[in-house]
């Protein structure tokens, strides 16, 4: 399993953070989400053999949040 770590521009509220994490926990390969609306950071435990990087990038990215 890894951890993957992100700075993310786009909660906009407490509510939103807790809707990022259930869409990434119900995504085969992630076991794990943690989002922050205060801190803007989201953390992801991922098994790298079922879900890449990338893939992981990509979601992020299709709820609307830019990583910097």
Do not use: P, W
Request: some cysteine; overall charge negative; hydrophobic content about 30%.
């Amino acid at each position: 399993m890894k951890r993957l770590s992100f700075t993310v521009h786009g909660i906009t509220c407490s509510g939103c953070a807790v809707d990022i994490e259930t869409v990434l926990k119900n995504t085969d390969g992630i076991y794990g989400a943690e989002a922050s609306y205060s801190t803007g950071s989201l953390n992801v435990d991922y098994e790298h053999e079922e879900i890449s990087e990338s893939q992981v990038h990509d979601l992020i990215k299709k709820l609307g949040l830019k990583i910097s």
